[in-house]
């Protein structure tokens, strides 16, 4: 590992500690950094390596979430239902990637965001998901922190997963494919193998990050599970951290959560028509990300 490396490690670890020293209002909003940056660096396993935008990916988030919900409402262990929920997003990424894998750029971004809706619709009219009134369940004492440890755990392995991935044969014949495809299936790569599995693992995180939330939350619904603004959230991320796909997530996470917290608190009349502004101003100039990179 480089220096870099070590010193995020660090840095990640030392968060451990720090729910101990602050109030639950900057738990809350260190949680939201968190729960925030675990998303992105599961899209950032199918969008930085194959160059692949996954738009409704927040369909296998929420789809773990419900899973979760569920099971946990039935008296499931609560390790066992955060498991169950992201294996769940696994298979449903397993039975849909034959189709969606074979799409390419636009086409797949569009496909998963219709996905994602389709989910949102059954999700709103099924008995088990509640329907529109969605699912809630009593939590155990200390779940904030429970949560908060739960999240930083699952960002710790996507981290690790991210920087094993950068430098490994595996991350570079999948970096291959996404800067040239046609060379790679020349020299015998199956393209449609690594996006699927790619697309699998990252299912598989977004399962566990959905379980998470919704143990932090304390209550599901669908309009809050498939919520487009995730999905925009994500990508507004990921597109900011393409000059720097590695760290940049993290810090472009801590970014977007301390800005929408400073506009919902001081202007909550205004706070989406700003942040969208904010939005289009940052990637109209900065289109290839704003992090500096070494060449």
């Not at 660090?10 to 909003?29: A, T």
């Not at 925030?36 to 899209?43: D, I, R, V």
């Not at 950068?166 to 193998?193: F, Y």
């Not at 998470?212 to 487009?228: C, E, I, K, M």
Request: aromatic content about 16%; overall charge positive.
């Amino acid at each position: 590992m480089r220096k870099a490396d070590l010193i995020l490690l660090f840095l990640i670890l030392l968060l451990f500690v720090l729910p101990l020293q602050i109030n639950p209002y900057w738990l809350r909003l260190l949680t939201a950094f968190i729960f925030l940056s675990c998303l992105s660096y599961s899209h950032n396993l199918l969008f930085h390596f194959l160059g692949y935008p996954a738009f409704g990916g927040v369909a296998f988030f929420g789809f773990g979430a419900y899973t979760f919900s569920i099971l946990y409402n039935h008296s499931t262990p609560l390790l066992l239902s955060l498991l169950l929920g992201g294996v769940s997003s696994l298979i449903l990424s397993l039975l849909i990637s034959p189709i969606l894998m074979r799409l390419k750029s636009h086409y797949f971004a569009i496909a998963t965001l219709a996905f994602q809706l389709c989910l949102m619709e059954l999700a709103q009219n099924l008995e088990i998901t509640g329907g529109t009134k969605g699912i809630a369940f009593n939590l155990p004492e200390y779940s904030n922190l429970i949560a908060f440890y739960s999240f930083l755990t699952l960002l710790l392995t996507l981290l690790m997963l991210t920087l094993f991935l950068d430098r490994s044969r595996l991350g570079l014949t999948m970096k291959a494919i996404r800067e040239d495809e046609t060379t790679a299936l020349s020299v015998g790569i199956n393209a449609v193998l690594y996006r699927s599995i790619a697309f699998m693992v990252m299912a598989f995180f977004l399962g566990l990050t959905g379980g998470v939330f919704s143990f932090w939350n304390a209550y599901v619904d669908a309009s809050t599970l498939f919520n487009p603004m995730l999905s925009v959230k994500t990508f507004f991320i990921l597109t900011l951290s393409l000059s720097l796909p590695t760290y940049g997530p993290l810090l472009w996470s801590f970014f977007f959560e301390m800005l929408f917290e400073l506009l919902w608190s001081k202007f909550l009349m205004l706070h989406g028509l700003l942040l969208g502004i904010a939005i289009v101003l940052l990637i109209l100039f900065f289109p290839r990300g704003v992090v500096w990179k070494r060449s």
